[in-house]
């Protein structure tokens, strides 16, 4: 959805996958070493870790006046190395995810709950939009 928005304005964003790294890891890595166990709290840190390397982006193109392009390619390579480096040569597969493998594994009304995620998150999605085309 992010993407979609950042297409229709335009732009590109070639980081994305990265950042998805990012966000992942660091929750992976979190589950594997039980610092975290709820599945809502590893929801909403992937999500302030994904708006905040956009956020970053953001700021970048807009006041540092950089193509975004060449930012989204910088970044790219910055949000790898930091998912690397929270890796530390390790591996957080799904067998040590625990409570957020269940998650995506559950359903509710016969609909799988990650499906039930994306559909609230394009809710809201296009909601913001339709707002922000009322105030512009």
Do not use: Q
Request: charged fraction near 10%; glycine fraction near 12%.
């Amino acid at each position: 959805l992010g993407m979609l928005l950042v297409l229709l304005i335009g732009g590109i964003d070639i980081s994305i996958g990265s950042t998805l790294a990012f966000s992942g890891m660091t929750i992976g890595i979190l589950y594997k070493y039980n610092h975290m166990s709820s599945t809502f709290l590893g929801f909403l840190l992937a999500t302030i870790i994904g708006i905040a390397c956009g956020a970053v982006i953001g700021l970048i193109i807009a006041y540092g006046k950089v193509s975004p392009i060449i930012c989204t390619l910088g970044t790219m390579y910055i949000y790898r190395g930091f998912a690397y480096l929270v890796a530390n040569d390790e591996w957080a597969g799904a067998d040590a995810l625990g409570s957020f493998k269940d998650f995506a594994l559950k359903s509710f009304l016969g609909i799988n709950s990650a499906v039930w995620i994306t559909i609230i998150c394009c809710v809201i999605f296009f909601i913001m939009i339709f707002i922000c085309r009322l105030v512009s």
